[in-house]
C-alpha cells in the first residue's frame, strides 16, 4: 500500500475520505481498549484511532489489535482508515491536523524500532539527553520537529540564495576537494596519495584560489554552496568541516560586491519572512568599531560606547595611567548611566566585574560615580582638575553615572573592553531579542601586526588587493548581531603584487615558489581586476534560528572534539591499508635510528 497522504496533511476538509498514513509510532497510548496513536512524519503528527466498537463490518478486532501492540514507539507503520472529527473538546491546536483524527481499519508494521534512547516527542527544554547521545543516534535526533524545522530552514536558505545568484548571471561550478594547501589561517586536513607515496592532497580551507582562477578563466560569476576544512582547536563554536555560500565576480569594485550580498539577502529574506530587508546595510570602518565598541564584530543592536579618555589623561599624577599615555597605550571609559544600569550595578557587582577584566586580558578595571556633581572613587586624588574635567566632559557624566576605565596598549584594552562592553549588554539586558542588524565592517587593515615581534599575519588571507602602500587591504567583513557572517575583498591580480605581500608575511622567494608559484602563474595570464565574498551558511542560519551552537544546524556535525560520533570517526585504519598508502615505512624512513635513544 502506498500512502495517500502524509501526516501533516489531514485537515477537516478531508473528513470522509479512505486514507493510507505511513510514519512513526511517536507515541501510543491505551484508554481501555481504545488506543491512540500519534504518527509522525517529516510534515507533521496526525491522530490514529484504534476503536474495536467502532470497526467497519467483517475486520477481524482482535488481529488488528495484536498487530497494534507490535508498533513500539519509533517503529515505520502504515495505517489505512477513514478521516473524522475529533470528539468536541478534544482537538490539538499544536497541529495543523488537530481537528481530525483517522479511525484504522487495518495497519501493518513496516519496521520495528527498539526502545530509542531518549524521548522525541515535542518536550520541554532540558528533557534531552546530553548532545553526544543526541549525536550518536543523529538519525533520531533528526526526527525531532526543532531539527526538522532548522534542516528545512536551511534547505529554504540555500535555495533562496542559489535562485537569486542564477537569477543574477553566477555560474554554479565545483571546485576540488583534493588540492593544494589554500591557507585561510587554520592546519589543513591532509589525505596521503596512494599512487605518489609520500605525497599529499590538502583539502580546501576554503575554495579562495581555486576561485580566482576562474576569473583569470573568464567565468566572470562564480557561486559554490562549499564545503570547506580546517583543522582548528575547537575553543569556539567551530566544525572541522563546515559550509560556505562562496562567490567571485570580475570587473567590480569593494561596493558591487556589497550591493549585490545585500539584494541576496533581502530576496531570501523576503522568501523566509515575506518582509522588506532594509538595505543597504550600515557601514563601520575597522577603526570605529575597535574604538567605539572594542570589536572588530561589533553588536551594534544596542548603545554603550567607548569613550576615548586618552587626552584626558595626557598630563596626570596618576602613576599606572601616565606610564600607559606615555607608552602609547589607550585610555577608554564605559559610561553606564544612571536610569539603565548606574543604580543596578552595586559595590559587588563592581567586584565581580573588576575580577572579570581580568578575564578578558585587561590589565585592571577603574571605576568612579558621579555624586554631588564630582567624579568619585579612591584614585581621584591623583587626578588633577583637569583629568576630572576631562573626564566629565569626554563620558558626558552625569549625577549617578557608573565609569568604568580601563587601559593598556591599544589592542588588547580595546577587545577587552569590548568584552566587558559584551557583558554588561548581557547582564543588563541591553539586548534586544528577535531583531537583526546587519552590518559591514569596512577600511581593514592589510595585516595584523604583532606588538611585541613585529611579525605580520594576513587580516583575512593573502590574497587580498593592498593600498595605502600595503597599510589597508580591499576587504570587509559582513556582520550580523556582532557575529562575522563571512569576509569578502577585492583580490591581488598583479603576480608581483601577489608575490610582495607573500614576502612581507614573512616568505622567502623558495617557499613562495613552492607553495604558491602556480597559482602566481595563472595571475600572469591576463587575471582580470576581480573579487568575492564567502557567508558562514551555519553560522547565518544559527543566528537566524536564535540556536546556541552551528551544530544544531549541521545534519550531522562533529562533536565538539571534532569526533563524529554515530561513526566514530576518526578512526585507526588497517596496517593494510596503511601498508598500501605506505604511510609506516614513510614514517620509519624519517627516524633517525642510529642516534635514537635506547632505554636500557
Ligand atoms: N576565502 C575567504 C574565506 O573563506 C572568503 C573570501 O575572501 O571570499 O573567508
Redesign the pocket.
Known amino acids: 500500500m502506498r500512502r495517500t497522504h502524509t501526516c501533516g496533511e489531514l485537515r477537516s476538509s478531508d473528513l470522509g475520505k479512505e486514507v493510507c498514513l505511513q510514519g512513526w509510532v511517536r507515541f501510543s497510548r491505551d484508554h481501555g481498549g481504545v488506543a491512540f496513536i500519534d504518527l509522525a512524519d517529516r510534515y507533521g503528527i496526525t491522530q490514529i484511532v484504534f476503536d474495536p466498537e467502532d470497526l467497519p463490518a467483517g475486520t477481524d478486532a482482535q488481529a488488528l489489535a495484536d498487530v497494534m501492540k507490535s508498533f513500539t514507539r519509533e517503529s515505520a507503520v502504515s495505517v489505512n482508515g477513514i478521516v473524522r472529527k475529533r470528539v468536541e473538546g478534544t482537538e490539538d491546536a499544536r497541529n495543523n491536523t488537530g481537528e481530525v483524527e483517522v479511525l484504522i481499519t487495518s495497519a501493518e508494521l513496516l519496521s520495528k524500532s527498539e526502545v530509542p534512547p531518549f524521548e522525541l516527542g515535542d518536550q520541554k527544554e532540558g528533557v534531552l539527553p546530553s548532545e553526544d547521545v543526541r549525536l550518536e543516534y543523529r538519525y533520531l535526533d533528526l526526527r525531532r520537529t526543532e531539527m526538522i524545522k532548522a534542516i528545512e530552514f536551511r534547505s529554504k536558505f540555500i535555495h533562496l540564495a542559489r535562485q537569486y545568484l542564477e537569477s543574477q548571471g553566477f555560474l554554479e561550478i565545483e571546485t576540488p576537494m583534493l588540492a593544494k594547501s ?1 591557507p ?1 589561517g587554520a592546519r589543513d586536513y591532509v589525505v596521503p596519495s596512494r599512487v605518489h607515496p609520500g605525497t599529499f592532497y590538502a583539502l580546501p ?4 584560489l581555486y ?1 580566482q582562477m576562474l576569473m583569470v578563466a573568464g567565468m566572470d560569476r562564480y557561486y559554490q554552496v562549499a564545503r ?1 576544512f580546517r583543522d582548528e582547536d575547537s575553543r569556539k563554536d567551530r566544525q572541522p568541516e563546515f559550509t ?1 555560500l ?3 565576480m570580475s570587473f567590480v569594485d569593494e561596493k558591487d560586491i556589497q550591493d549585490n550580498m545585500e539584494r541576496m539577502f533581502a530576496y531570501i529574506w523576503k522568501g523566509l519572512y515575506g518582509k522588506d530587508l532594509q538595505i543597504p546595510f550600515p557601514r563601520i570602518s575597522y577603526m570605529e568599531a575597535m574604538e567605539r565598541y572594542g570589536s572588530d564584530t561589533p553588536d551594534l543592536r544596542y548603545g554603550l560606547p567607548l569613550e576615548k579618555l586618552t587626552e584626558a589623561f595626557r598630563e596626570t599624577n596618576y602613576g599606572i595611567l601616565k606610564n600607559i599615555v606615555a607608552e602609547g597605550g589607550i585610555i577608554v571609559g564605559l559610561n553606564l548611566k544612571k536610569d539603565i544600569a548606574g543604580e543596578k550595578i552595586g559595590r559587588n557587582d563592581v567586584d565581580r566585574y573588576i575580577s572579570l577584566a581580568k578575564k578578558f586580558g585587561l590589565g585592571g578595571l577603574t571605576w568612579m560615580r558621579v555624586e554631588n556633581g564630582e567624579v568619585n572613587s579612591n584614585i581621584v586624588k591623583y587626578f588633577t582638575e583637569e583629568n576630572k574635567a576631562g573626564i566629565k566632559k569626554v563620558m558626558n557624566a552625569e549625577e549617578g553615572d557608573l565609569i568604568f576605565v580601563m587601559a593598556g596598549p591599544w589592542k588588547r584594552t580595546l577587545e577587552g573592553a569590548g568584552l566587558m562592553r559584551r557583558q554588561l549588554a548581557a547582564d543588563l539586558g541591553l539586548v534586544p531579542e528577535g531583531t537583526f542588524q546587519f552590518h559591514w565592517l569596512v577600511d581593514c587593515p592589510m595585516f595584523d601586526v604583532d606588538p611585541v615581534s613585529g611579525k605580520k599575519d594576513a587580516f ?2 593573502p ?2 588587493l593592498p593600498y595605502d602602500n600595503y597599510n589597508k587591504g580591499a ?1 570587509f567583513d559582513i556582520l550580523l548581531n556582532g557575529n562575522e557572517l ?4 577585492l ?1 591581488i591580480n598583479r603576480p608581483e603584487v601577489q608575490r610582495e605581500v607573500l614576502h612581507m608575511l614573512g616568505m622567502s622567494d623558495e617557499r613562495i615558489e613552492e607553495n604558491f608559484g602556480w597559482f602566481i602563474k595563472a595571475l600572469s595570464y591576463g587575471a582580470p581586476p576581480h ?4 557567508i558562514g551558511v551555519d553560522r547565518v542560519i544559527a543566528i537566524l534560528l536564535g540556536k546556541e551552537t552551528i551544530r544544531d544546524t549541521i545534519a550531522f556535525p562533529k562533536n565538539k572534539k571534532a569526533e563524529s560520533l554515530i561513526d566514530g570517526s576518526p578512526d585507526r585504519i588497517d596496517d593494510d591499508k596503511m601498508e598500501e598508502l605506505q604511510l609506516m615505512s614513510l614514517a620509519m624512513d624519517d627516524m633517525d635510528f642510529d642516534n635514537m635513544d635506547v632505554e636500557e
Open positions: 589554500t585561510e580551507q576554503s575554495p579562495q576561485k570547506c560556505q562562496d562567490m567571485e583575512h588571507h590574497f587580498v576587504c563571512g569576509s569578502g575583498s583580490r573579487g568575492g565574498i564567502a
